[in-house]
């Protein structure tokens, strides 16, 4: 929608105005070119369809729009399309007025609350096919009608929706209408997965551990980050998030050991405990240390020790803190030796 027009006082809305979230934390190449995208982004005007898996930061990617663009200074509203029932989705999002139903008081919707600013849509995937269409009108019209009311009533709002799978598999399976998709999906911003910029874990570590504890020093048993480093994460930053409150209560002495850690395994039920090998069918038995992190057995020889090769030297680079000479000093390489490995392993392209 075009640029915001000034209002006379600011909104007053239960979802409006929430306070500050933590910003996108990480210096890996995907978040780099992340936060360069997002600020190309913000200089616009025009509907942004985030998507990304569940626990990537979607509200975060929506909160930095807002934050770099001519809005800024504006309400940021998020609401989460699938927690509204369909029979108050119309009073939420344009509002109603006194009496439209048993007991309903005079109040503004989302639309309203967010005038001269943005309004993330998250899950908005979600939405009924009968909202979709009264979504459509208001986008089309830029004009909305409280629920019970007989007058339009003119918004600004930019809309930024968010998605995990992304709007077009909606469409595709008609629970998605295409004519509101052309409307949303103007511009599409994709968030990586914790899994494809490991590089950021221990940057997130110590944001994360900050903010959950920010008047007790706490640190990662060394081990702790490799065992992150070979972890899927399915739940993305959210799920690290959770592992480190709960590994918190069990830190001794301010530090987090991985028995603490209680790191899923890979069928994300159980916590990892390496079995004692005589337990193990001889099939099963993998090289000393592997069970920890919940790694399968391993067959080829080659497979393996290249893979031990490159977890080990991104294991020093995040140690290190991305130093590639204090990294191969660790390592007993010269910086020479250190480039040429980890340009045969294809870590390069992984480092901020």
């Keep these: 929608m075009s640029s915001p027009s000034p209002r006379p006082s600011p909104s007053q809305h239960p979802v409006a105005d929430m306070p500050p979230a933590p910003q996108l934390s990480g210096n890996s190449l995907p978040m780099q070119a992340l936060r360069a995208q997002i600020g190309r ?27 770099q663009g001519a809005r800024a200074s504006f309400p940021f509203i998020a609401v989460n399309c699938g927690a509204i029932p369909e029979a108050l989705m119309e009073a939420e999002f344009f509002g109603c007025r006194q009496g439209a139903y048993t007991g309903a008081h005079e109040r ?25 269409v009264k979504l459509l009108r208001v986008l089309q019209e830029r004009r909305v009608r409280k629920l019970g009311g007989s007058t339009d009533e003119a918004v600004d709002v930019r809309i930024l929706c968010a998605s995990q799978q992304g709007l077009a598999r909606g469409v595709a399976a008609g629970t998605f209408r295409q004519d509101l998709f052309y409307r949303l999906h103007v511009i599409e911003l994709a968030l990586p997965p914790l899994r494809e910029r490991r590089g950021d874990l221990q940057v997130l570590c110590e944001v994360i551990l900050a903010r ?5 020093a706490v640190s990662l048993a060394p081990p702790v980050l490799a065992a992150l480093a070979a972890y899927a994460f399915p739940g993305n930053v959210r799920e690290l998030e959770n592992l480190l409150e709960r590994a918190l209560a069990f830190a001794d002495g301010g530090v987090i050991a991985l028995d603490a850690l209680a790191l899923p395994s890979a ?43 490159r977890d080990m ?40």
Excluded: N, W
């Design 313 to 352: 030297i991104m294991l020093a680079l995040v140690q290190a803190r991305y130093h590639r000479a204090r990294a191969a000093r660790q390592l007993g390489l010269s910086v020479r030796q250190l480039r040429y490995r980890m340009q045969k392993l294809t870590i390069q392209e992984a480092l901020p």
């Design 108 to 132: 503004q919707g989302l639309f309203q609350a967010a005038h001269g600013g943005s309004l993330l849509l998250d899950e908005v995937d979600d939405l009924p096919l009968a909202m979709q």
């Design 212 to 216: 959950l504890a920010p008047r007790q």
């Design 267 to 309: 069928a994300g039920s159980m916590p990892l405990r390496a079995p004692a090998l005589p337990d193990l069918p001889e099939r099963q038995l993998c090289l000393p240390g592997m069970a920890a992190y919940g790694l399968p057995p391993v067959l080829p020889l080659d497979m393996y020790l290249r893979q031990a090769e």
């Design 41 to 67: 982004i913000a200089r616009c005007g025009a509907p942004v369809a985030i998507r990304g898996e569940s626990g990537t930061g979607k509200e975060l990617a929506a909160r930095a729009i807002h934050a």
